[in-house]
Protein backbone atom coordinates (compact mmCIF):
# COMPACT_ATOMS: atom_id res chain seq x y z
CA UNK A 1 0.00 0.00 0.00
CA UNK A 2 2.70 1.97 1.05
CA UNK A 3 6.09 1.16 -0.40
CA UNK A 4 8.12 3.51 -3.07
CA UNK A 5 11.37 2.85 -3.16
CA UNK A 6 13.46 5.16 -5.37
CA UNK A 7 17.14 4.09 -6.71
CA UNK A 8 19.79 5.07 -9.62
CA UNK A 9 20.98 8.06 -7.49
CA UNK A 10 24.84 8.91 -7.58
CA UNK A 11 27.35 11.27 -8.55
CA UNK A 12 27.54 12.68 -12.53
CA UNK A 13 29.71 15.42 -13.93
CA UNK A 14 28.02 18.14 -15.08
CA UNK A 15 26.94 17.59 -18.86
CA UNK A 16 26.12 14.34 -17.47
CA UNK A 17 23.08 12.02 -17.47
CA UNK A 18 21.25 10.22 -15.06
CA UNK A 19 17.99 7.98 -14.45
CA UNK A 20 16.03 7.22 -11.63
CA UNK A 21 14.25 4.80 -10.48
CA UNK A 22 10.55 4.61 -8.13
CA UNK A 23 9.72 0.86 -7.74
CA UNK A 24 5.76 1.41 -7.02
CA UNK A 25 4.53 -2.08 -7.38
CA UNK A 26 3.26 -2.27 -4.06
CA UNK A 27 1.14 0.83 -3.86
CA UNK A 28 -2.00 -0.36 -3.75
CA UNK A 29 -3.51 3.44 -2.84
CA UNK A 30 -5.24 5.21 -6.01
CA UNK A 31 -2.85 6.91 -8.05
CA UNK A 32 -4.20 10.34 -9.56
CA UNK A 33 -1.05 11.79 -9.80
CA UNK A 34 2.97 10.36 -9.15
CA UNK A 35 5.29 13.21 -9.06
CA UNK A 36 9.47 13.39 -8.81
CA UNK A 37 10.47 16.19 -6.08
CA UNK A 38 14.17 17.46 -4.91
CA UNK A 39 15.60 18.83 -1.55
CA UNK A 40 19.12 20.53 -1.80
CA UNK A 41 20.39 21.35 1.56
CA UNK A 42 18.93 24.65 2.66
CA UNK A 43 16.15 25.06 0.57
CA UNK A 44 12.60 24.10 0.45
CA UNK A 45 11.57 20.82 -1.34
CA UNK A 46 10.68 21.55 -4.77
CA UNK A 47 8.39 19.75 -7.28
CA UNK A 48 10.44 18.87 -10.92
CA UNK A 49 8.16 16.62 -12.68
CA UNK A 50 4.68 15.43 -12.20
CA UNK A 51 3.12 12.44 -14.23
CA UNK A 52 -1.08 12.10 -13.85
CA UNK A 53 -3.25 9.24 -14.82
CA UNK A 54 -4.29 10.16 -18.06
CA UNK A 55 -0.53 9.90 -19.12
CA UNK A 56 -0.01 14.13 -19.14
CA UNK A 57 3.21 15.43 -17.60
CA UNK A 58 4.06 18.64 -16.09
CA UNK A 59 7.61 19.66 -14.92
CA UNK A 60 9.71 22.55 -12.99
CA UNK A 61 11.07 25.46 -15.38
CA UNK A 62 14.13 24.37 -14.08
CA UNK A 63 14.62 21.58 -15.70
CA UNK A 64 11.93 21.60 -18.38
CA UNK A 65 13.46 20.55 -21.59
CA UNK A 66 16.62 18.11 -19.48
CA UNK A 67 14.22 15.58 -17.73
CA UNK A 68 11.26 13.29 -18.63
CA UNK A 69 9.06 11.77 -16.39
CA UNK A 70 7.90 8.53 -17.61
CA UNK A 71 6.43 4.76 -16.87
CA UNK A 72 6.70 1.34 -17.74
CA UNK A 73 3.92 0.15 -16.61
CA UNK A 74 4.62 -3.60 -17.40
CA UNK A 75 7.20 -3.45 -14.76
CA UNK A 76 4.94 -0.52 -12.87
CA UNK A 77 8.21 1.45 -12.27
CA UNK A 78 7.77 5.70 -12.27
CA UNK A 79 11.41 6.95 -14.00
CA UNK A 80 12.70 9.88 -14.09
CA UNK A 81 15.45 10.89 -16.84
CA UNK A 82 17.60 13.48 -16.49
CA UNK A 83 20.22 15.26 -19.19
CA UNK A 84 22.48 17.70 -19.67
CA UNK A 85 22.21 17.93 -15.38
CA UNK A 86 23.90 20.82 -13.83
CA UNK A 87 25.41 21.26 -10.39
CA UNK A 88 22.20 23.08 -9.61
CA UNK A 89 20.18 19.94 -9.98
CA UNK A 90 22.73 17.84 -6.79
CA UNK A 91 19.67 16.95 -4.07
CA UNK A 92 18.10 14.26 -2.60
CA UNK A 93 15.81 13.21 -5.00
CA UNK A 94 12.37 11.50 -4.36
CA UNK A 95 8.96 9.58 -5.77
CA UNK A 96 5.81 10.54 -4.67
CA UNK A 97 2.07 9.85 -4.93
CA UNK A 98 -1.05 11.39 -4.60
CA UNK A 99 -4.28 10.30 -4.61
CA UNK A 100 -6.09 13.16 -6.62
CA UNK A 101 -4.31 15.99 -9.21
CA UNK A 102 -1.17 17.59 -8.01
CA UNK A 103 -0.85 20.32 -10.58
CA UNK A 104 -2.37 23.55 -10.49
CA UNK A 105 0.38 25.95 -12.12
CA UNK A 106 3.01 24.18 -10.68
CA UNK A 107 3.79 20.46 -8.96
CA UNK A 108 1.86 20.96 -5.13
CA UNK A 109 4.38 19.72 -2.22
CA UNK A 110 0.67 18.01 -0.59
CA UNK A 111 1.52 14.31 -1.39
CA UNK A 112 0.05 11.42 0.11
CA UNK A 113 3.02 9.22 0.09
CA UNK A 114 6.77 9.66 0.29
CA UNK A 115 9.66 7.36 -0.74
CA UNK A 116 12.75 7.53 1.30
CA UNK A 117 15.20 9.23 -1.28
CA UNK A 118 18.09 8.67 -3.37
CA UNK A 119 20.47 11.25 -3.61
CA UNK A 120 22.60 12.91 -7.01
CA UNK A 121 25.39 14.86 -6.63
CA UNK A 122 26.30 17.16 -10.39
CA UNK A 123 29.89 18.44 -9.99
CA UNK A 124 30.63 20.96 -12.48
Known amino acids: QVDLVESGGGSVESGGSLTLSCAVS????????MAWFRQAPGQKREGVAA???????NYADSVKGRFTISQDKSKDILYLRMDNLKPDDSATYYC??????????????????WGKGTLVTVSS
Open 96 to 113: AVRKYECYSGHIVPHMDD
Open 51 to 57: LDLNGST
Open 26 to 33: TYTNRRGC
